[in-house]
């Protein structure tokens, strides 16, 4: 009993995290930016595309045939185009953070000043040579 005890404790523990709470909430904006994503490959890329290549035809008939196969191409190129929509969005957030989080270059600090023993035996030098 007190080992399952242990392991929700734990479980608990680990679920407290902040690191596991913005993850979560990644997850959840990452769904919904994905259907945001989606909708641009499907309802504005690809019939772009399609105008561009056979007159408007659907994506999905986009196959090849191969004895009893089908080889959904347009399928595939559409969920490239989702990988590549994403790897952008996600290239972008990430460079705009670094961004943000840079820091900035500090100035160099000041020499440090003179000991006192330094500036005594620098006014004796000079003093030396005043005489000489």
Not at 10 to 35: C, H, P, T, Y
Not at 55 to 76: E, K, P, R, T, Y
């Amino acid at each position: 009993m007190s080992k399952t005890k242990g392991f929700i404790a734990e479980f608990k523990q680990f679920i407290a995290r902040g690191n596991v709470l913005d993850m979560a909430v990644g997850v959840i904006v990452g769904g919904a930016f994905k259907s945001i994503a989606d909708s641009l490959t499907n309802d504005i890329l690809m019939p772009l595309l399609l105008l561009l290549t056979n007159g408007g035809a659907d994506l999905s008939a986009w196959n090849i045939h191969m004895g009893g196969s089908v080889l959904g191409i347009g399928n595939f190129v559409s969920a490239v185009l989702n990988f590549l929509i994403m790897a952008f969005a996600v290239f972008c957030l990430v460079k705009a953070v670094n961004r943000f989080h840079r820091k900035k270059e500090a100035a160099p600090p000041p020499p440090p000043q003179p000991s006192k023993e330094e500036v005594l035996l620098t006014e004796i030098r000079d003093l030396l040579k005043e005489r000489t």
